[in-house]
DNA sequence: AGCCTCAGCAGAAAA
DNA sequence: TGCTGAGGCT
């Protein structure tokens, strides 16, 4: 690591050549100042700071044409990282529209862990893998150190395998070995934790395995030990572009280092702003020195924002402004003024739900003075996802439509995984982790001691878990039920992997992955499916012998249905892949759960899940201390984590196109307990002048709720006695709160009711709801039906929300 | 083996 | 409050 202080000025004479053959660049014209010296100055580490909004995945597009169409680079001498697949998937994308043909020729674009895994496998011998290796994901993580837990005899309960798999996960973040681990990493875990790391690395190696974290880790390892081997790449990539350079951890931090130093040509785009992800292993330091690290770095400010209008933009601004430790960039914009951010406070978090469900109402039928907006450009960013229930609650309440980003992923469904171990069981013969997912799913009689016993005969003859299942059952070591199923399993086994079995043959790389020019290189692949079954109609069988396809078909659950879809689905995208290796590392790696749904609705989501998005309409709710900030972050952090949260704030505010609303609640329900709280301190930082208060009517407007008295007395007692809070928005807050406005009924008049979907029901139908299941009409109120739900028990759902169901109660 | 009850705990989350 | 996991009961 410390062979890289010296990162001298760059060469570029012999390049210079290459750009003899330029063509005409009409994309420069649509470059601002900035963003065209950040595309035309190519040679050399160049810093792009990128404010929120100013156009840097443009820049970074423009730049990777500009390679191409100078000669600098041909498309596969381009390394081109960034975090996310959709990061990838829309730099492909949009450099494709631009150079108006496919990208197929640039096999070095994509995400640090997909670009590791293609590393990986053509050297994997150097650390001891198979160049086949399976990608275990959290959970095979944390299921495979709970076996060494309690091998070691540690009391789970104390020290919980989830604690260390974070905690492994942090060392390989840092790009600590086992070997290299400090003693006071070493001493983590009841003292165990080096033992359980080194060990936890061993029984990797000996499953074929890997983690996430292992993916960078190899690589940095491999180039840290064969320079020979780092040096082809280092020559190989002659421009290398990074994006979200603040989100880089120590151990990105290294390869990317690493792979510059031969060429020099590193372009990192990232915004300190919004580094948000301290607490996964980012370290803003990266962005912060990068100068220092790369000498006779260039730094390009991207600052002309095309996203917010100026109050929202300035807002922002005021609010980051309070952070200590930034590059400093000053955002501005050519739009007209617009609204100025809009502030208000809540009773509670219930009544905060209701006014936004009412605002966003108003908004779509423009009745607030502004234009109207359509559902699906509006977004709910909240710091924590239980702040989601309550508008879930409400939004169903009213009719609503909305959507919900970020939930689990697609890949992390239970029968989705169930499936993949399945084919994993087929194809990699010592994937135990797979094998003992599925032996007992479905039911098969065989529990706990059944899988001992498997283990057992396993270890004792040094043999994978199947093997040892086969062991066991040719020595009569298992009886009963559960040996009669076990021997269908293992058969069944058998058969699916001859039904499947791929020539494993040596086939030349494709030509635009080469690596070194002159030499032939090849690698142990998996030929495409040639006299072989369809891999699509193995894995039909699979989960139709299996009994898998019918556990769910017999299953009652309203989930159920959806299980089958989503089973469906996975085999549909097996059609896309030569077999299935190279399906399960899509699913592993690559498949996200993007849904295509373009119906209205407005969106909830995390902010942490917001950031590259933007909405013209954009409500932060929740704003309050100990909320927003974390009091945990701030417990745990302190001044560093109170920073990572103003960033989180910063990046909240600046999400919003036209329409930014900030809400607090005095009081809020926090796991069943009621609390109150102080508005965040984010409040007192926003600008006064571009801060508009707003008050709720039928809130503040007195009338007949009993908590529009309190409110005023209640949350200004609390301020008062604290004494701290003086912000310019809580006195005008005050001021208006004097006036007492009009009243207005509380529910709200926007809502259509929908008498025909109501009339279509009567009291005691059975009907079935997406999100509740199965239920019965007890009453019908207006447009909405009373339901007594099998699972969920008594809800208020709207009429059209419901679909009638045959099935017979049970 | 599988259902049920109770205790414990609760963070943002890419690959 | 509501989910998860472990242990007890049938």
């Not at 990192?268 to 292993?281: A, T």
């Not at 972050?633 to 990572?644: A, H």
């Not at 999400?655 to 609303?661: G, L, M, P």
């Amino acid at each position: 690591m410390s062979s890289f202080d010296e990162f001298d000025a760059f060469e570029g004479a012999s390049l210079a050549a290459r750009a003899m053959a330029a063509r005409p660049s009409p994309y420069l014209d649509e470059l601002n100042p900035a963003q065209r010296e950040a595309v035309e100055r190519l040679d050399g580490p160049v810093l792009m700071l990128a404010g929120a909004g100013t156009g840097k995945t443009k820049a970074l597009t423009s730049r990777i044409v500009h390679l191409l169409n100078t000669s600098r680079a041909r498309p596969n001498e381009i390394l081109a990282v960034t975090f996310t697949n959709k990061a990838a998937r829309e730099m492909k994308n949009r450099v494709g529209r631009m150079l108006g043909q496919t990208v197929e020729g640039m096999p070095w674009l994509g995400t640090f862990h997909s670009i590791c895994v293609k590393l990986l496998r053509r050297h994997a011998e150097l650390v001891g893998l198979k160049s086949n290796f399976t990608i275990l994901d959290t959970d095979d993580q944390v299921r495979l150190l709970k076996q060494l837990i309690q091998a070691a005899n540690i009391d789970e309960k104390r020290w919980p395998p989830r604690q260390l798999a974070s905690l492994i996960d942090a060392w390989k973040n840092k790009a600590l070995t086992p070997e290299r681990l400090p003693a006071a990493d070493a001493g983590a875990f009841n003292n165990r934790g080096g033992e359980l790391y080194a060990q936890y690395q061993t029984r990797l190696r000996e499953l074929n395995a890997v983690d996430f974290g292992d993916l960078l880790l190899h690589v940095v390892v491999i180039f840290q030990n064969y320079p020979d081997i780092l040096q082809q790449y280092q020559r190989w990539f002659r421009y290398i572009l990074v994006d979200e350079y603040q989100d880089t951890n120590v151990a990105q931090y290294l390869w990317l280092r690493l792979l510059a130093k031969e060429h020099k040509n590193i372009c990192c785009v990232g915004d300190d702003d919004q580094s948000i992800y301290g607490w996964r292993g980012a370290e803003v330091g990266n962005i912060l020195k990068f100068e220092k690290d790369f000498p006779g770095a260039h730094v390009v400010r991207l600052e002309q924002n095309y996203r917010s209008t100026p109050h929202i933009l300035a807002a922002a601004s005021s609010v980051i402004s309070g952070n200590e430790n930034r590059l400093g960039k000053t955002l501005w914009t050519q739009q007209e003024e617009g609204e100025k951010v809009r502030l208000i406070g809540h009773w509670d978090g219930e009544v905060e739900a209701r006014w936004i469900g009412e605002e966003v109402e108003a908004l779509q039928t423009g009745t607030r003075g502004m234009k109207p907006y359509g559902l699906e450009d509006m977004a709910i960013l909240v710091r924590a996802s239980h702040q989601m229930r309550a508008f879930e609650d409400r939004f169903l309440t009213i009719g609503l439509p909305y959507r919900v980003i970020g939930g689990p992923r697609f890949y992390e469904r239970m029968e989705i995984r169930d499936a993949m171990a399945y084919f994993r069981v087929v194809t990699s013969p010592e994937d135990d982790l797979a094998f003992e997912r599925i032996v007992n799913t479905p039911k098969r009689g065989l529990g706990n001691v059944a899988v001992q016993k498997i283990q057992t005969a396993a270890r004792e003859n040094g043999v994978s878990l199947v093997e040892g299942a086969r062991l066991l059952l040719d020595s009569k070591g298992i009886g009963g039920k559960g040996a009669k199923e076990l021997r269908i399993l293992i058969d069944g086994i058998d058969r699916w992997r001859g039904l499947g079995i791929q020539r494993e043959v040596e086939i030349p790389l494709n030509d635009d992955e080469v690596i070194d020019e002159g030499t032939t290189q090849s690698a142990t692949r998996f030929a495409p499916a040639g006299d072989n079954m369809p891999h699509t109609e193995l894995a039909e069988i699979i989960l139709d012998e299996s009994g898998y396809t019918s556990m769910w078909q017999n299953d009652k659950t309203p989930e159920a249905p959806g299980r089958l879809e989503n089973l469906k689905e996975l085999v549909g995208q097996l059609a896309n892949f030569d077999n299935l290796q190279g399906f399960l590392e899509h699913v592993s790696l690559v498949m996200d759960n993007e849904s295509d749904d373009a119906d209205a609705k407005i969106s909830i989501m995390t902010l942490h899940a917001a950031k590259g998005l933007e909405f013209p309409v954009v409500f932060l709710p929740g704003w309050e201390d100990g909320l927003f900030p974390s009091q945990r972050s701030m417990d745990e952090s302190g001044l560093k984590g109170l920073e990572e949260e103003r960033r989180l704030a910063y990046v909240g505010i600046t999400r919003a196109e036209e329409v930014c609303t900030i809400s607090f609640a005095g009081n809020r329900r926090v796991f069943g307990q009621w609390q109150s709280q102080m508005p965040s301190r984010f409040i007192d930082e926003l600008s006064e002048e571009d801060v508009e208060v707003l008050t709720a009517p039928g809130i503040y407007g007195g009338g007949h709720s009993g908590a529009a008295g309190d409110f005023g007395s209640g949350i200004q007692d609390r301020v008062q006695s604290a004494n701290t809070y003086n912000s310019p928005g809580w006195k005008r807050m005050q001021d208006r709160a004097g006036q007492r406005g009009l009243s207005q009924p509380k529910e709200s008049k926007n809502t259509i009711i929908d008498l025909e979907a109501v009339s279509s029901y009567s009291v005691g139908d059975r009907v079935f709801h997406q999100k509740f299941g199965y239920g019965e009409i007890m009453e019908i109120e207006g447009d909405k039906l009373v339901i007594e739900f099998d699972k969920a028990g008594e809800k208020k759902v709207v009429a059209k929300f419901v679909t009638a169901s045959t099935d017979i109660p049970f």
